[in-house]
Each structure stands twice: as structure tokens, then as C-alpha cells.
């Protein structure tokens, strides 16, 4: 079992930057591939970013390359997803999510424990 919360979400102007963070607990968490995802409403779940179990791989959707980063901090149970030149259509509730091997995915399905949210407000 692994319990994921994440913080850092708010409200900030388009071009700005947000820093999230998902703090893990339970199973062992340098385990594990993370994931970030996000849901705008109306619309199904994305992915955004992965990230192996070592941090050596990372993995992202084309709509955010360039503009997020996510890494991890084993020793801290914490994986962080830095976003940077934010955009309105950035817009969503951000979730992280575990799987419980250590490669990476950006399926939706491969990811066994999700944190609550956090909500990404960007204003034009």
C-alpha cells in the first residue's frame, strides 16, 4: 500500500510557474515508477510526466515538454513535478500516481495508488 499527497497547486497568472509536490508513504517508494496526471473539467484524465524508479528516465506528453520537469527525492518519499510558463489550458486538478514497478507509463490503467489532488488555477 502507498498513500500519495500531494500540495504546491494555487492560482497564479499565465506565465508563471508552480511547484507540486507528492509526498509518499507506505511500500517501499524508490520502488516505484511515479506519474503525474491531471483532469480539467469535462474532460477525461491526461498524463503529464513520469519517471523511473532511479529518476534515470523521464517521460512526458508533448503538450507540456519543455515547460514541466519531474523529478524525485528518494530519501525524501517525494517525487516533484516543476512547471514552468504556465498556459490557462494548464488548468486542471494534478494528480500523482504510483505503480508499483519501476518502469515508466503514461497509461492510465498501469497506475495502482493516486493521491486526492491538487488544483492548478491559471488566469490569462
Known amino acids: 500500500q502507498v498513500q500519495l499527497v500531494e500540495s504546491g497547486g494555487g492560482l497564479v497568472q499565465a506565465g508563471g510557474s508552480l511547484r507540486l509536490s507528492c509526498a509518499a508513504s507506505g511500500r517501499t517508494f524508490s520502488n516505484c515508477a511515479m506519474g503525474w496526471f491531471r483532469q480539467a473539467p469535462g474532460n477525461e484524465r491526461e498524463f503529464v510526466a513520469a519517471i523511473s524508479w532511479s529518476g534515470g528516465f523521464t517521460y512526458y506528453a508533448d503538450s507540456v515538454k519543455g515547460r514541466f520537469t519531474i523529478s524525485r527525492d528518494n530519501a525524501k518519499n517525494t517525487v516533484y513535478l516543476q512547471t514552468n510558463s504556465l498556459k490557462p489550458e494548464d488548468t486542471a486538478v494534478y494528480y500523482c500516481?504510483?505503480?508499483?514497478?519501476?518502469?515508466?507509463?503514461?497509461?492510465?490503467?498501469?497506475?495502482?495508488?493516486w493521491g486526492q489532488g491538487t488544483q492548478v488555477t491559471i488566469s490569462s
Open positions: 500516481a504510483a505503480r508499483i514497478v519501476g518502469a515508466v507509463s503514461k497509461r492510465f490503467n498501469d497506475y495502482i495508488y
